[in-house]
Protein backbone atom coordinates (compact mmCIF):
# COMPACT_ATOMS: atom_id res chain seq x y z
CA UNK A 1 0.00 0.00 0.00
CA UNK A 2 2.44 2.39 0.63
CA UNK A 3 4.54 2.30 -2.60
CA UNK A 4 1.15 2.90 -4.16
CA UNK A 5 0.66 5.80 -2.47
CA UNK A 6 3.74 7.22 -3.04
CA UNK A 7 3.40 6.68 -6.91
CA UNK A 8 -0.23 8.45 -6.66
CA UNK A 9 1.74 11.15 -5.26
CA UNK A 10 4.27 11.07 -7.73
CA UNK A 11 2.01 10.94 -10.34
CA UNK A 12 -0.19 13.82 -9.03
CA UNK A 13 3.33 15.64 -8.69
CA UNK A 14 4.22 15.57 -12.45
CA UNK A 15 1.01 16.43 -13.79
CA UNK A 16 0.62 19.33 -11.41
CA UNK A 17 4.39 20.45 -13.07
CA UNK A 18 3.86 19.80 -16.22
CA UNK A 19 0.02 21.96 -15.86
CA UNK A 20 1.55 24.96 -13.88
CA UNK A 21 5.32 25.10 -14.61
CA UNK A 22 6.12 23.14 -17.68
CA UNK A 23 7.74 25.47 -20.18
CA UNK A 24 5.91 24.24 -23.30
CA UNK A 25 2.76 22.64 -21.55
CA UNK A 26 -0.79 24.43 -23.45
CA UNK A 27 -3.06 23.23 -21.20
CA UNK A 28 -3.68 26.36 -19.23
CA UNK A 29 -3.56 28.74 -22.40
CA UNK A 30 -1.15 29.73 -25.15
CA UNK A 31 2.31 30.01 -23.98
CA UNK A 32 5.80 30.66 -26.18
CA UNK A 33 8.47 28.26 -25.69
CA UNK A 34 10.24 28.60 -28.53
CA UNK A 35 10.13 29.27 -32.31
CA UNK A 36 8.93 26.88 -34.71
CA UNK A 37 11.97 28.05 -37.37
CA UNK A 38 14.89 25.77 -39.43
CA UNK A 39 16.91 28.83 -39.25
CA UNK A 40 19.73 29.11 -36.67
CA UNK A 41 18.31 31.57 -34.51
CA UNK A 42 18.54 31.55 -30.54
CA UNK A 43 16.97 34.08 -28.56
CA UNK A 44 18.99 34.87 -24.97
CA UNK A 45 17.42 36.30 -22.31
CA UNK A 46 17.54 36.91 -18.47
CA UNK A 47 15.26 36.88 -15.69
CA UNK A 48 14.94 38.34 -11.85
CA UNK A 49 17.38 41.78 -12.92
CA UNK A 50 18.16 44.65 -12.57
CA UNK A 51 21.13 43.07 -10.23
CA UNK A 52 24.48 44.81 -10.02
CA UNK A 53 26.84 44.51 -11.14
CA UNK A 54 26.12 41.11 -12.59
CA UNK A 55 23.59 42.84 -15.28
CA UNK A 56 25.81 45.46 -16.35
CA UNK A 57 28.80 42.67 -16.48
CA UNK A 58 26.43 40.58 -19.02
CA UNK A 59 25.69 44.08 -20.65
CA UNK A 60 29.54 44.74 -21.84
CA UNK A 61 29.64 41.00 -22.89
CA UNK A 62 27.02 41.20 -24.86
CA UNK A 63 28.13 44.64 -26.46
CA UNK A 64 31.76 42.74 -27.53
CA UNK A 65 30.03 40.39 -29.35
CA UNK A 66 27.21 43.17 -30.18
CA UNK A 67 24.71 40.68 -29.08
CA UNK A 68 21.27 41.70 -28.29
CA UNK A 69 19.22 39.69 -25.92
CA UNK A 70 15.68 40.02 -23.90
CA UNK A 71 15.85 41.29 -19.94
CA UNK A 72 12.94 39.92 -18.01
CA UNK A 73 12.58 42.43 -15.33
CA UNK A 74 11.10 42.89 -11.52
CA UNK A 75 9.61 45.87 -10.61
CA UNK A 76 10.87 46.11 -7.13
CA UNK A 77 14.53 45.94 -8.82
CA UNK A 78 13.60 48.13 -11.67
CA UNK A 79 12.82 50.67 -8.67
CA UNK A 80 16.21 50.07 -7.29
CA UNK A 81 18.22 50.30 -9.92
CA UNK A 82 16.60 52.51 -12.66
CA UNK A 83 19.81 53.09 -14.27
CA UNK A 84 20.74 49.95 -15.03
CA UNK A 85 16.92 49.14 -17.29
CA UNK A 86 18.25 52.44 -19.32
CA UNK A 87 21.42 51.29 -20.02
CA UNK A 88 20.17 47.76 -21.29
CA UNK A 89 17.64 49.90 -23.29
CA UNK A 90 20.06 52.07 -24.92
CA UNK A 91 22.18 48.99 -25.79
CA UNK A 92 19.07 47.99 -27.99
CA UNK A 93 18.24 44.98 -25.86
CA UNK A 94 14.91 44.08 -25.23
CA UNK A 95 12.61 44.77 -21.90
CA UNK A 96 10.08 42.61 -20.75
CA UNK A 97 8.11 41.82 -17.76
CA UNK A 98 8.72 39.81 -14.90
CA UNK A 99 6.07 40.91 -12.00
CA UNK A 100 6.58 43.17 -9.36
CA UNK A 101 7.87 40.94 -6.09
CA UNK A 102 8.26 37.55 -8.17
CA UNK A 103 6.26 36.24 -5.17
CA UNK A 104 4.74 32.25 -6.05
CA UNK A 105 2.12 33.34 -3.01
CA UNK A 106 1.44 36.64 -5.64
CA UNK A 107 0.69 34.48 -8.58
CA UNK A 108 -1.63 32.07 -7.13
CA UNK A 109 -4.43 34.78 -6.84
CA UNK A 110 -5.08 36.30 -10.18
CA UNK A 111 -6.22 40.14 -8.91
CA UNK A 112 -2.97 40.29 -6.83
CA UNK A 113 -0.83 39.15 -10.12
CA UNK A 114 -2.67 41.24 -12.49
CA UNK A 115 -1.65 44.01 -9.81
CA UNK A 116 1.90 43.54 -9.76
CA UNK A 117 1.85 43.06 -13.78
CA UNK A 118 0.64 46.44 -14.32
CA UNK A 119 2.82 48.46 -11.78
CA UNK A 120 5.83 46.72 -13.47
CA UNK A 121 4.13 47.69 -16.34
CA UNK A 122 3.94 51.22 -15.05
CA UNK A 123 7.52 51.42 -13.49
CA UNK A 124 9.18 50.16 -17.13
CA UNK A 125 7.16 52.67 -18.66
CA UNK A 126 8.10 55.39 -16.60
CA UNK A 127 11.59 54.29 -16.67
CA UNK A 128 12.43 53.83 -20.16
CA UNK A 129 9.21 55.32 -22.00
CA UNK A 130 8.49 52.20 -23.43
CA UNK A 131 5.98 49.51 -22.66
CA UNK A 132 6.76 45.93 -22.45
CA UNK A 133 4.45 43.78 -24.90
CA UNK A 134 6.28 40.63 -23.35
CA UNK A 135 5.86 38.94 -19.73
CA UNK A 136 7.38 35.75 -18.14
CA UNK A 137 5.70 34.38 -15.05
CA UNK A 138 7.92 33.74 -12.11
CA UNK A 139 9.14 30.06 -12.30
CA UNK A 140 6.90 29.78 -15.11
CA UNK A 141 3.99 29.29 -12.96
CA UNK A 142 0.48 30.38 -14.45
CA UNK A 143 -2.92 29.72 -14.55
CA UNK A 144 -5.54 30.14 -17.13
CA UNK A 145 -7.46 32.82 -15.01
CA UNK A 146 -3.56 34.72 -15.14
CA UNK A 147 -3.30 34.06 -18.95
CA UNK A 148 -6.27 35.64 -19.55
CA UNK A 149 -5.58 38.81 -17.54
CA UNK A 150 -2.49 38.79 -19.41
CA UNK A 151 -3.54 38.41 -22.86
CA UNK A 152 -6.39 41.39 -22.35
CA UNK A 153 -3.18 43.79 -21.24
CA UNK A 154 -1.91 42.76 -25.12
CA UNK A 155 1.28 41.33 -23.46
CA UNK A 156 1.94 37.92 -24.55
CA UNK A 157 3.58 34.90 -22.10
CA UNK A 158 6.79 33.82 -23.15
CA UNK A 159 8.83 31.13 -21.02
CA UNK A 160 11.79 29.00 -22.80
CA UNK A 161 14.57 26.51 -22.15
CA UNK A 162 16.51 26.95 -18.85
CA UNK A 163 20.35 27.41 -19.66
CA UNK A 164 21.15 25.72 -16.61
CA UNK A 165 18.43 23.87 -13.99
CA UNK A 166 21.19 24.30 -11.61
CA UNK A 167 21.88 27.80 -11.84
CA UNK A 168 20.84 29.21 -8.75
CA UNK A 169 23.22 26.59 -7.14
CA UNK A 170 26.44 28.51 -8.24
CA UNK A 171 27.78 25.66 -10.72
CA UNK A 172 30.86 26.62 -13.15
CA UNK A 173 30.16 28.33 -15.84
CA UNK A 174 31.85 25.99 -17.98
CA UNK A 175 29.51 23.48 -16.87
CA UNK A 176 26.26 25.90 -17.61
CA UNK A 177 27.53 26.65 -20.94
CA UNK A 178 28.28 23.25 -21.87
CA UNK A 179 24.57 22.52 -20.72
CA UNK A 180 23.33 25.44 -22.74
CA UNK A 181 24.89 24.27 -26.09
CA UNK A 182 24.19 20.74 -25.94
CA UNK A 183 20.05 22.51 -25.72
CA UNK A 184 20.14 24.70 -28.21
CA UNK A 185 18.34 24.31 -31.47
CA UNK A 186 16.78 26.57 -33.91
CA UNK A 187 14.35 28.89 -32.49
CA UNK A 188 15.30 28.68 -29.01
CA UNK A 189 15.31 30.54 -26.26
CA UNK A 190 17.14 30.41 -23.32
CA UNK A 191 16.81 31.45 -19.82
CA UNK A 192 19.54 32.46 -17.34
CA UNK A 193 19.07 34.68 -14.62
CA UNK A 194 21.19 38.38 -13.78
CA UNK A 195 19.45 38.17 -10.28
CA UNK A 196 17.46 36.21 -7.64
CA UNK A 197 13.64 37.05 -7.17
CA UNK A 198 13.33 40.32 -5.94
CA UNK A 199 16.55 40.34 -4.43
CA UNK A 200 20.18 40.76 -5.24
CA UNK A 201 22.16 37.48 -5.33
CA UNK A 202 25.82 36.14 -6.85
CA UNK A 203 25.71 35.87 -10.72
CA UNK A 204 29.61 35.45 -11.38
CA UNK A 205 29.29 31.87 -13.00
CA UNK A 206 26.16 33.12 -14.97
CA UNK A 207 28.21 36.17 -16.38
CA UNK A 208 31.23 33.25 -16.93
CA UNK A 209 28.89 30.63 -18.56
CA UNK A 210 27.47 34.30 -21.07
CA UNK A 211 30.97 34.62 -21.69
CA UNK A 212 31.90 31.19 -22.91
CA UNK A 213 28.41 30.41 -24.09
CA UNK A 214 28.15 33.28 -27.02
CA UNK A 215 31.47 32.51 -28.85
CA UNK A 216 30.51 29.13 -29.57
CA UNK A 217 27.00 29.54 -30.23
CA UNK A 218 28.25 31.80 -33.10
CA UNK A 219 31.31 29.22 -34.03
CA UNK A 220 28.07 26.89 -34.57
CA UNK A 221 26.32 29.13 -36.88
CA UNK A 222 23.66 30.91 -34.71
CA UNK A 223 23.08 33.99 -35.00
CA UNK A 224 21.81 35.95 -32.05
CA UNK A 225 18.20 37.57 -32.01
CA UNK A 226 15.74 39.49 -29.25
CA UNK A 227 12.72 37.76 -28.49
CA UNK A 228 10.32 39.90 -30.60
CA UNK A 229 12.85 39.68 -33.21
CA UNK A 230 12.67 35.69 -33.07
CA UNK A 231 8.84 35.77 -32.95
CA UNK A 232 8.58 38.83 -35.68
CA UNK A 233 6.38 40.59 -32.83
CA UNK A 234 6.73 44.05 -31.68
CA UNK A 235 9.10 44.27 -28.86
CA UNK A 236 6.52 47.17 -27.00
CA UNK A 237 3.27 48.31 -27.22
CA UNK A 238 1.80 51.49 -28.74
Known amino acids: MPSIIFAAVAILGVAV ?17 RSETEEKLVALSFDDGPNEPFTG ?13 TFFCVGQNVERSPESLKRLDRDGHCIGNHSYSHSLITQLFPDRALQGLTRTQDIITATIRKRPAFFRPPWFFRTPAM ?12 NGTFGSYVEVFHVSGKYMAE ?5 TRPG ?8 YNNKGAERTE ?11 LLKAGYKFVTIPELLSLPAYIG
Open 147 to 158: LSRVRKLGLTTV
Open 57 to 69: ELANILHEYNVRA
Open 188 to 195: AILVFHDG
Open 206 to 216: TVDAIRLLIPQ
Open 17 to 33: YYLFFSSASQSLGPVVA
Open 179 to 183: RALKK
